[in-house]
């Protein structure tokens, strides 16, 4: 069971932390406006041949308590070479602690944080746009007031007072907004950025390069203008915008040194489900899942990656020739399964075929540009994670053995969950849990499309996954080498027709937190629901 460790237990196992981190992507063309206010970026714009070398961020040596000022306010960035866009940014500033704690993104995202695990970490959020938000870490397990759910939305010019300690093993996580109805749309703005849990990690790992890759999809203006929903088949189907645009630039390009480097990958887009997959048609070799390492590193063909999930993936750059363009490549997954559609007021053909084609379109969504510097560290897969993997949850300490079923379904122009909407903290008996147990949730997807699904603050494990409908697996065919369940999560695919087992740890805190579709415009019409953890 995942009881938050003790502070000073946890000091004991930190140590110093060099962290090589590259931030950004440069569009390659001068001029670029980079971030309209808030901390400067500091990624050089520029010729993308020339050769940076990884910039490093090194924490101090002492884990030492923080103390932050966040803001969420509108800004301008250049997303497109030559093109300025107005944007909503996280801006943050350390007001107490170490001052690696906060890295610039060099883009419209918000500064990664660098917490660490142990760490008391109080935020002051000020809340400087016209319309009501609030922030949620994701990923993090905090109390129900420190969690940023909708009913604790601070109005303009209102702060919000966040003070926690990270419980949370070392992880690439992400902060975002989570103001009812209006998520989708502040995310999609720009608001939104990393948080990456550092302490005791694999020696293998340790000072490794590292190159953070924030995913997401934008429709552009030729001016660089932001259109968001434009049809109510957008927020049906969950919005995909036509440019990939990764760190927050289209036509993302890092130069990279011939040394083993970390990815840290975020799926930072609205409702966009990627199939990724290298250029080159060599196999992505995935350390950890949601922020938690696998216990042992695995190569996959290509990796799906759906909206908030994250995959770190050690990739070695030295396999390549100085001047090689290796690109990440992205298709997207989106498909309606027809013959789930009956009377469900979709729009679109009611085709009898059960058999929907999946057509993969790649599209590039960054370059990695091989430079000359290199490391001397080892160029293998590290082989030592598991000693520092979490353990899987055990289905069969379960307090229940028949799993609640958790019915996904979508009519009358909307996408429930069990037959609800968004209720505030209304829960159900069914969503009422006991503290410090374990219990089988089932997902069951009736509708006519994939939904990713999101427990915050639980890190999960998937336990089996069955077909309610057979009928509509072959669809899915070429993602399933794509998918790693290995490991815990705390966002999980699941397909229509499909049945998802997980096995949920409801250790920590008592409260009231939420799960949801983490397609954002499917969160904002209300696929949203809380649970309840009470004392046993
Ligand atoms: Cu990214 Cu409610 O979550
Ligand atoms: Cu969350
Ligand atoms: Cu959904």
Redesign the pocket.
């Known amino acids: 069971m995942s009881m938050p460790i003790s502070r000073r237990q946890s000091l004991k196992l930190l140590g110093a932390g060099a962290v090589m981190t590259v931030t950004g992507c440069r569009s390659g063309s001068e001029g670029d406006p980079g971030v309209g206010s808030g901390v400067p970026a500091d990624v050089p714009v520029g010729d993308e041949t020339r050769a940076p070398a990884p910039g490093a961020v090194t924490l101090a040596d002492q884990v030492a308590d923080v103390r932050l000022s966040l803001w969420a306010e509108p800004s301008t960035a250049g997303i497109v070479a030559g093109t300025t866009t107005d944007v909503w940014s996280f801006g943050a500033e350390v007001l107490e602690g170490d001052p690696a704690t906060v890295r610039p993104s060099g883009s419209y995202l918000g500064p990664t944080l660098h917490l660490r695990q142990g760490q008391r970490v109080r935020v002051s959020f000020e809340n400087r746009l016209d319309e009501d938000s609030i922030v949620?870490w994701?990923g993090l397990h905090v109390p129900q007031d420190q969690d940023g759910q909708p009913p604790e939305v601070v109005g303009p010019g209102r702060t919000y007072e966040y003070d926690f300690v990270v419980v949370d093993r070392p992880g690439t996580r992400w902060y975002?907004p989570?103001p009812h109805a209006r998520t989708g749309q502040q995310v999609y703005r720009g608001l939104a950025g990393l948080l990456v849990v550092h302490g005791e990690e694999p020696p293998s790992l340790t000072g490794m390069a590292e190159l953070p890759l924030v995913l997401q999809d934008r429709r552009l203006g030729p001016d660089g203008t932001l259109s968001y929903i434009g049809s109510h088949h957008d927020m049906m189907a969950g919005f995909t915008g036509e440019t990939l645009v990764t760190n927050g630039r289209a036509d993302c390009t890092v130069e990279v040194e011939r040394r083993p480097y970390r990815l840290r990958l975020l799926n930072g887009a609205n409702s966009r489900t990627s199939l990724l997959s290298l250029s080159v048609g060599e196999p992505l070799t995935v350390i950890a899942t949601d922020g938690n390492l696998l216990p042992k590193a695995t190569e996959v063909p290509n990796l799906l990656l759906t909206p908030?999930q994250r995959a770190d993936v050690w990739i070695d750059f030295s396999a390549y020739e100085p001047g090689q363009r290796v690109e990440l490549l992205s298709a997207d997954t989106f498909v309606e399964s027809m013959a789930m559609m009956g009377g469900m007021g979709m729009g679109g053909g009611m085709g009898s075929d059960a058999t929907t084609e999946l057509d993969v379109r790649n599209q590039v969504a960054a370059t990695f540009v091989i430079g000359d510097g290199t490391g001397d560290e080892e160029r293998r897969p590290p082989d030592d994670l598991a000693p520092f993997a979490p353990d899987a949850v055990d289905p069969g300490q379960a307090v229940n053995t028949e799993p609640k079923t958790v019915a996904l379904s979508t009519r009358q122009a909307t996408h429930w969950i069990n037959d609800l909407l968004w209720e505030g903290r209304e829960v159900t008996e069914q969503e009422t849990v006991t503290a410090d147990t374990i219990e089988l949730w089932e997902f069951v997807n009736y509708s006519p499309m994939a939904h990713p699904m999101?427990l915050?603050g639980r890190s999960f494990s998937v336990v089996e996954r069955s077909w309610d409908d057979d009928t509509l697996a072959s669809t899915w065919d070429t993602l399933v080498p794509g998918i790693i369940d290995e490991g815990l999560r705390d966002t999980v695919l699941v397909f229509p027709g499909q049945r998802v087992r997980i096995a949920v740890p409801f250790g920590g805190y008592e409260g009231y937190f939420?799960y949801?579709c983490?397609v954002l415009e499917h969160e904002d019409m209300g696929m949203m629901r809380s649970f309840r953890v009470v004392a046993g």
């Open positions: 949620h994701h975002h989570h908030a999101h915050h939420l949801h983490h």
